[in-house]
């Protein structure tokens, strides 16, 4: 059974720094690319970020570039995004998410992606 849990969310002011973590069960994830996307209230689901299966690409929403970096540590099986400089506009529940199998399509829709977490709280403060 695949599962995967985020972590490391919270309550922050403008300014500062969070690292989230995805830890992989069930699911090699050196085998996937991986995505980290984000839902605020009344909002649709949205790209963030984006990691090939062999780390060579890497691609971000425009709102978070230079701010936010996604990595991954197959040895740990776990993904991570550093996110600095965090906005209030960041304010969302984070999620990430593995990819379909040699999926051909966009990186930056959910439906490129077949194994999802369950969600970690970002809320940042003005």
């Known amino acids: 059974q695949v599962q995967l849990e985020e972590s490391g969310g919270g309550l922050v002011q403008a300014g500062d720094s969070l690292r989230l973590s995805c830890a992989a069960s069930?699911?090699?994830?050196?085998?996937?690319?991986m995505g980290w996307f984000r839902q605020a209230p009344g909002k649709e689901r949205e790209f963030v970020a984006f990691?090939?299966?062999?780390?060579?690409?890497?691609y971000y929403a425009d709102s978070v570039k230079a701010r936010f970096t996604i990595s991954r540590d197959n040895a740990k099986n776990t993904l991570y995004l550093q996110m600095n400089s965090l906005k209030p506009d960041d304010t969302a529940v984070y999620y990430c998410?593995?990819?379909?199998?040699?999926?051909?399509?966009?990186?930056?829709?959910?439906?490129?992606?077949?194994?999802w977490g369950q969600g970690t709280q970002v809320t940042v403060s003005s």
């Open positions: 990691i090939s299966w062999n780390t060579v690409g890497t």
């Open positions: 998410a593995a990819s379909v199998p040699f999926y051909s399509g966009s990186v930056h829709v959910p439906k490129g992606y077949n194994y």
């Open positions: 069930g699911l090699t994830l050196s085998s996937r690319s």
